[in-house]
């Protein structure tokens, strides 16, 4: 019986499965078109993070109008009294919100990874992975909603309450919140959606007890709102615990305060709306041959007295261009650090507490949380210009002549295995000798079945400037692998200074 009611579903509503399907391609094609050079074109990268955006939306509606298409809240529609078992009815609609997640990411996500490269198996279960977490938060929250509410309306006004309830929240929040795609986060949402729709189902289905279905929903989503404004500092904690068994409390790294006040910067820092920034001199030692990513930095200021002033984070995500600033300290670091003169932590803080702050006497910390990397293999590839290729046990690559600098290449891969979360590379020259620094990348994302999932749906993320002669056409390359060894916490005090003592540019800062 269930499958009739399926097979009816889907003829009196293709409409919106065809929607569905058709921005799926959209999506997929414009992932595809982008290729690996994920910053080639921004308009169609924004483009296709939209459509993305847009499959959660109309599948999601489609589930809702499918499933109020038999309405539990009612109680004059015929199927209460035709023989139909209540099972058979939950049966059908749970299969059609399946098919309207589960299987076009499954499909499409499997083609984006074949089509970068990755080997089959891999990315068969990378696929299964991701179009099963793409069912739960999608197909699941749809059918709940759906079950509780009487039209269609109704589902989209809660669903635009809660996505209203979430932007105040972390508006509200003086700390940074976690990545909702981190997997502590995320586990946790998906652990509340499975358990509360079931709950939710059940109710409905077997009870028609509208009153306490709505009630498990309202404690749900007041769960998943906690969860997504879990503070970034407990997740790194969780994440390294539960990875690594601890936290150390040392690593292949020294970051130390360099007492250097009114120090001389060269370059200078674009203007930030409602941002000032200062900035740190620092000392910076890491060990040869291993690579340390910051995840995230907490800063907070003091009085001379101790007293609190104020608590935030440092942005990794700025838009401070090396070309602005030639000693910004970056989110890789790596042996090559070593010996550099004025590197600098560029602190954002918002002007108006810069400007209530700046003259008075007082002590900053930051709070690092760092990853550190060991390298596990090491291979030479030629790549030819603009031609995405494979490279045996790290991914695929493609080399692009940077358009702004002609004695520059940009290396972009999308990695594949475990090992290659963390890339560094070398271009040599005709005689096999190296050209220029070595420059490394390092990625937190995470990998399922031995495959980095951003292969199945993004493209690529590592991103590197290597030095090349113009006009030849291929770049050999030595590129090295490396594997996460632990996970570890370090903190710099700056003694009692005035905030724009510590660089010659922060009273420019706080004031642009």
Known sequence: MWLHILKKDLRLHWLYVAAVIAVKVTAVWLILQIGILAIAE?????????SELAFAGVAGLAIIVVVQSDPVISNNDDWLIRPVHRRDLALAKIVFAALVTLVPAFVFNLAVGLRHG??????????ADTALVTFISIGLPALAVATITASWLQAVGIVFVIFLTWIASTLMIDYQPAAIDSWPVALALQVILVIATALILGLQYGRRNAATARG???VAALCALAVTV?????????????????????GPIRLSYRDRPNATVIGTIAPQHGIAVILIPLNVMVDPDRVVAVNHIDVSIASGDGKPLYRGAVSLLSSYAPIQFSQFLSDTLDGASNGQQERYQAVNLPR??????????????LTYQL???????????TLALGVAQKVAGFGTCETQLNAVKKQAVDLFCIP???????????????TGASMGAQQTRCSTTTTLWGLNTKALTAPGQFVMELPAASGAATRPLTLTA????RHFTQTVVVPQVKLTDITGSAGSAGST
């Open 230 to 250: 879990t503070p970034r500092t407990i997740d790194d904690q969780i994440r390294h615990i539960v990875d690594d068994g601890k936290v150390a409390a040392t």
């Open 416 to 430: 594949a295995t475990n090992s290659s979360n963390c890339l560094s590379a070398r271009v040599l020259d005709p």
């Open 42 to 50: 921004p308009v169609r990268f924004t483009l296709s993070a939209f």
């Open 482 to 485: 490396y594997r996460v060894t």
């Open 216 to 218: 498990v929903f309202a």
């Open 352 to 365: 108006d507490i810069f400007a209530k702050l700046k003259s008075a006497p007082a002590s900053m910390s």
């Open 371 to 381: 990853s550190a990397y060991a390298p596990v293999a090491t291979a030479n590839a």
């Open 118 to 127: 990755v080997d089959v198996r891999p990315a068969i279960g990378a696929a």
